[in-house]
């Protein structure tokens, strides 16, 4: 399987900062890479697409890159609604996987 | 917009057979790949697998043996049946729709069915 990487884990920010996650696979995934916003008891929200597209009513604040072997997602300003549980995810192989998760916290 | 919702038994003894369905609305149940994802409490999600309505149907390696997809497009529902659960199959289930960009997201998903294995 594909293994998905992500750091941090956890992250301590206040509103208005900028942040950024980084997802990692370990082999080559061409763009095929997707990021997800889950809150608690709530089913994940597909953030992006594509390694950059944002998905339909996603705020622009949300913006997806990629850098060799690196995806990133970060956020432009930090808005209260966003504190909440990131996860990338692979789609270019079967099984497709998920990153471990990086929990966005308030500080 | 499309809406998906579980259905099934939240709770399942272990060895026997765990049946979920999915139902499908307000929108259309033939042009997409329909998806089964599970997530234990604390864990990353896990990908179950997915169907296409010709019958196009891939599976997790790791739940290949123990796990079925089907779909009835008259009913507008999938299904989900895993024979011969262990607690480790504890976890909310989820079915989901991936979106036709290319890239394989998965754009809208069910509330969840939590799915308890214990005697």
């Known amino acids: 399987d594909t293994q998905m990487t992500q750091s941090p884990s956890s992250l301590s920010a206040s509103v208005g900062d900028r942040v950024t996650i980084t997802c990692r696979a370990s082999?080559?995934?061409?763009?095929?890479l997707n990021w997800y916003q889950q809150k608690p008891g709530k089913a994940p929200k597909l953030l992006i697409y594509g390694a950059s597209t944002l998905d339909s009513g996603v705020p622009s604040r949300f913006s997806g890159s990629a850098s060799g072997a690196d995806f990133i997602l970060t956020i432009s300003s930090l808005q209260p609604e966003d504190f909440a549980t990131y996860y990338c995810q692979q789609s270019f192989t079967i099984p497709q996987t998920f990153g471990q998760g990086t929990k966005l916290e308030i500080k | 917009q499309v809406q998906l919702q579980e259905s099934g038994p939240g709770l399942v003894k272990p060895s026997e057979t765990l049946s979920l369905t999915c139902s499908v609305s307000g929108g259309s149940i033939t042009n997409n790949y329909w998806i089964w994802i599970r997530q234990p409490a604390g864990e990353r999600p896990e990908w179950i697998g997915r169907?296409?309505?010709?019958?196009?149907?891939n599976y997790n390696p790791s739940l290949k043996s123990r796990v079925t997809m089907s779909l009835d497009m008259s009913k507008k529902q999938f299904s989900l049946k895993v024979t011969s659960v262990i607690a480790a199959d504890t976890a909310v289930y989820y079915c989901a729709r991936e979106n036709n960009s290319g890239w394989h997201g998965i754009e809208s998903w069910g509330q969840g069915i939590l799915v308890t294995v214990s005697s």
């Open positions: 082999e080559s995934i061409s763009r095929y």
């Open positions: 169907i296409y309505p010709t019958g196009s149907i």
